[in-house]
């Protein structure tokens, strides 16, 4: 089991551009949870998807956009970057299904940093 | 306002020593809280998750407790080793909710 895994490492985009990220969840995992976490602070929840649906928003403007596939994985969309998008952007996957408080498994991150 | 506040901020520790973090909480309705550690430049990693019933988890050298009532929570650190330097973050889930993340206390262990 590769766990989650994220794409790409690391991205360099300019002020502006538009950004994708992608996120292929734990095997058996039907959630994913994407959080931005800017250098030396906590991670801060952006969205949730679950049966290719946005179910839960964090305090993000319209430019934070998503999707999820019918395998489950996920895209991360950031339109009109700003400089302050600047940060580690964090994939989690989740059995939504799981008793009990279901475990969320972090990927390594993708480290996007706009000029 | 739902706020995870740890302290210290940052922690230097000489290797062998213990260490104990601290986390308070105003998250509601509370379901539970979860500790995790996060190499640099790395996903978190779950250490350990409580809940409201629980006052005291362990994971090796990792022990958490849990005080519902006061909103306090504490991450213990025995024998502490070099590849313990991290930062550690709270996490409390609500019920039907996400997860409020604490901003993490930065731990150095030195030799």
């Known amino acids: 089991d590769a766990g989650v895994t994220q794409s790409p490492t690391h991205l360099i985009k300019t002020r502006g551009q538009q950004v994708t990220l992608r996120c292929s969840p734990k095997?058996?995992?039907?959630?994913v949870s994407w959080y931005q976490q800017a250098l030396g602070q906590g991670p801060q929840f952006i969205f949730q998807y679950y049966e290719e649906e946005e179910r839960q928003r964090g305090n993000f403007p319209d430019r934070f956009s998503g999707h999820q596939f019918p395998n489950y994985s996920s895209e991360l969309n950031v339109n009109a970057l700003l400089l302050g998008d600047s940060a580690l952007y964090l994939c989690?996957?989740?059995?939504?299904?799981?008793?009990?408080?279901?475990?969320?498994?972090f990927g390594p991150g993708t480290r996007l940093t706009v000029l | 306002k739902n706020q995870v506040e740890q302290s210290p901020q940052s922690l230097i520790i000489l290797e062998g020593k213990n260490c104990t973090l601290q986390?308070?909480?105003?998250?509601?309705?509370?379901?539970?809280l979860r500790w995790y550690k996060q190499d640099t430049g790395r996903g978190p990693v779950s250490l350990t998750i409580?809940?409201?019933?629980?006052n005291t988890k362990s994971n090796g050298r990792y022990t958490a407790t849990l005080d519902a009532d006061t909103k306090q929570s504490s991450l213990h650190i025995t024998a502490s080793q070099l590849s313990d330097s991290a930062s550690y973050i709270c996490?409390?889930?609500?019920?039907?909710?996400?997860?409020?993340f604490g901003p993490g206390t930065r731990l150095s262990v030195l030799p």
């Open positions: 409580m809940t409201f019933s629980e």
């Open positions: 996490v409390v889930s609500r019920y039907g909710q996400n997860f409020v």
């Open positions: 989690a996957s989740s059995d939504r299904l799981a008793g009990g408080p279901y475990e969320q498994f």
């Open positions: 986390c308070n909480y105003t998250v509601s309705p509370f379901s539970n």
């Open positions: 095997s058996g995992h039907d959630t």
